[in-house]
C-alpha cells in the first residue's frame, strides 16, 4: 500500500491579518475554513485551498502573535513547492511578484523542470514548479484576478532538510515505502534527493537536502510546523498507523479533526509528519458556497463557542505587500 500524496502543510504566522491577505489576494487561493486550533483554542486556525477544499491544495497556519521569526535551520521541512501549468505561468507569477513587491529569486531549473523561489512577508520559503499540464483532482478557484490559467494548482513537494540522509531513509523508503529517486542539483549546486509516493510526479514527492554542520532550526512565524500524506479512508490510516507502530516507531493514537481524521508522528526530533484521510471534506459543515466565511468550530468544540470566540481578537486582512 501506498500514501496518496500530500494532503496538506501546516504552517506558523505571527501576523494572520497579513497572512489571510497574501495567501487569498497575491497567490489567489480560497480561504475555505476559519476554525482554531483544536489543541490551543486561543489561536486561529486557517485553511488556503482551491475552490472545494480538496487534499492536495491545502495550505494551513496557525496564528501564533507572541511567537518569535523562524530560526532556519537542519532538521526542519524547509520549503513547500506548488505546482503551476507550463513556462508562461511561471512568467507571469514572476511579473506578478516584481508588481507587487514579493521577495522571489530569478527562475531556475529543479529535477528538469523550470521553477520560481518566493517568500511570503514572514520569510515563508515556497517555490512555484511547472507541472507539465499534469491532472488536478479539484476545482480552481476562479474567483481571483489570477487568471485560470495560470492558477496555483496544488502541492508538488515538499523539501526536508537534515543533517544526514541516512538518519531518516531508512523510515522513508522502509517504513513509508517512499521510492528513492534520482538526485538532482539545485541552483546553488547543492544535491537533493527525491523521494516519490505513488508512482510520484505533482503532489506525491518528498525531497530531501543533507545540511551537515548547520545549526538546528528552531520553529517560529515563517516555518513549517507539520506535513500531512493522504490517505483514501481510516482502514488505510489503521493500516498505517499498524506499520508504523509495528516498527517501533511512536505514533499518536487516530484524533478527529471533524473535516479528517489524522495521526501523529515524527521521524526526527524537528520533522513532524501527519495521515490524514481525504475526507469527510470541509464542506461537511458549511455550505461550499459560503466556505471560510465564518469562524467554524468542531462539534466537540461548539459548546465552548462564547468562551472561544471572547479569547479571539478579529482578523483584520490588511495588506501584506
Do not use: C
Not at 217 to 234: I, N, S
Not at 237 to 258: C, K, M
Amino acid at each position: 500500500m501506498q500514501l496518496n500524496g500530500i494532503h496538506h502543510v501546516t504552517a506558523v504566522s505571527g501576523r494572520i491579518g497579513h497572512n489571510a491577505d497574501f495567501y487569498t489576494r497575491v497567490l489567489g487561493l480560497r480561504l475555505v475554513k476559519k476554525s482554531v486550533n483544536q489543541d490551543d483554542v486561543s489561536a486561529y486556525h486557517l485553511f488556503y485551498a482551491d475552490k472545494i477544499g480538496s487534499p492536495g491544495t491545502d495550505m494551513t497556519f496557525f496564528d501564533w502573535p507572541q511567537t518569535g521569526p523562524d530560526q532556519r535551520g537542519t532538521d526542519s521541512i524547509a520549503l513547500t513547492a506548488f505546482r503551476v501549468n507550463g513556462q508562461a505561468s511561471l512568467d507571469y507569477w514572476q511579473k506578478r511578484f516584481v508588481q507587487l513587491g514579493v521577495a522571489h529569486s530569478p527562475q531556475e531549473t529543479f529535477a528538469e523542470r523550470m521553477a520560481l523561489r518566493f517568500e511570503d512577508p514572514e520569510g515563508q520559503r515556497l517555490m512555484l514548479i511547472d507541472d507539465g499540464g499534469a491532472p488536478v483532482e479539484g476545482e480552481l478557484w476562479d474567483r481571483t484576478d489570477v487568471p485560470l490559467e495560470y492558477a496555483i494548482r496544488g502541492f508538488h513537494a515538499v523539501m526536508l532538510s537534515i543533517p544526514s540522509l541516512r538518519l531518516i531513509e531508512p523510515i522513508l523508503t522502509g517504513i513509508l515505502q517512499f521510492t528513492r529517486a534520482e538526485a538532482v542539483r539545485q541552483a546553488d549546486g547543492r544535491e537533493v534527493t527525491i523521494f516519490s509516493m505513488a508512482k510520484g510526479g505533482p503532489g506525491r514527492e518528498v525531497w530531501v537536502i543533507e545540511e551537515p554542520g548547520t545549526p538546528v532550526a528552531w520553529l517560529g512565524a515563517g516555518g513549517v510546523h507539520h506535513v500531512a500524506f493522504r490517505v483514501t479512508d481510516f482502514d488505510e490510516q489503521r493500516y498505517w498507523h499498524e506499520r508504523i507502530t509495528g516498527n517501533h516507531l511512536p505514533a499518536s493514537s487516530f484524533v478527529d479533526r471533524f473535516w479528517f481524521r489524522s495521526i501523529y508522528f515524527r521521524i526526527s526530533r524537528g520533522i513532524l509528519f501527519e495521515i490524514a484521510t481525504d475526507g469527510p471534506g470541509f464542506g461537511v459543515d458549511e455550505d461550499m458556497e459560503h466556505l471560510g466565511e465564518k469562524l467554524v468550530l468542531p462539534p466537540f468544540l461548539e459548546p465552548r463557542r462564547t468562551e472561544i470566540e471572547a479569547g479571539l481578537k478579529p482578523i483584520v486582512v490588511t495588506k501584506a505587500v
